[in-house]
């Protein structure tokens, strides 16, 4: 038993490497870009544990998109925030502050928000698999939270269309976050700026909802 959970240990370390080392190179050079030798260098393995664990370079991408994915979902936690929330506009003000603080608080944003950037303007055959687990979840969360407070139906286009430039907002941030970042003269967000900014997201979405 020992021996097997030694086992255990060794392979979940293998594929937690890969998928460190695949989140720095795909957001940086994509999937197509990544040679199987680099990624399995830059995890510091054997390159044999690539297909062993994953299939291949590609299930290592979409193990990667699924770990950016849950990380944003578990952070978001979607149904204990609707369910609890004394409001529609409060719910959708708590929940875009902490899409905020999931998108620039880790130490990995910046890579997954290229990630994200990417698979956006170049989707690739993973895409499907980030829009159900996370895209979907979230337009519809706010979708459904703007029509509330319009006291409309969510799936009328302007309120799916509303959603979508409130979830703008906060991807702005994430995504021309060096322009921000000379603009500022800062070298790297620092938590005070990232509240700072979730708090402005939050009231400017409550504001675009009730617009």
């Avoid at 004394?86 to 620039?104: E, G, I, N, W, Y």
Wanted: charged content about 20%.
């Amino acid at each position: 038993m020992q021996d097997q959970d030694r086992l255990s240990e060794r392979a979940r370390e293998t594929q937690e490497r890969l998928i460190r080392a695949g989140l720095s190179l795909f957001s940086k050079q994509g999937l197509e870009g990544v040679r199987t030798r680099q990624l399995a260098d830059e995890a510091g393995v054997n390159q044999s544990a690539i297909p062993y664990h994953f299939g291949g370079k590609e299930g290592v991408y979409l193990a990667v998109l699924e770990h950016v994915a849950n990380g944003i979902v578990e952070h978001l936690a979607l149904p204990r925030l609707l369910t609890n929330s004394p409001s529609p506009a409060a719910a959708l003000q708590t929940l875009m502050q902490d899409f905020v603080r999931a998108l620039l608080g880790s130490e990995t944003s910046t890579a997954s928000s290229l990630l994200l950037a990417r698979e956006q303007l170049q989707p690739s055959a993973e895409f499907d698999a980030l829009y159900s687990r996370l895209f979907l979840p979230l337009h519809q969360a706010v979708s459904e939270l703007v029509a509330a407070i319009r006291g409309e139906d969510p799936g009328l286009r302007e309120n799916i269309l509303c959603a979508h430039a409130i979830l703008g907002q906060a991807l702005a941030f994430s995504v021309a976050r060096e322009a921000l970042l000379r603009r500022l003269g800062e070298k790297a967000l620092r938590p005070q700026q990232v509240a700072q900014i979730a708090g402005l997201v939050g009231v400017m979405s409550v504001a675009a909802a009730q617009y």
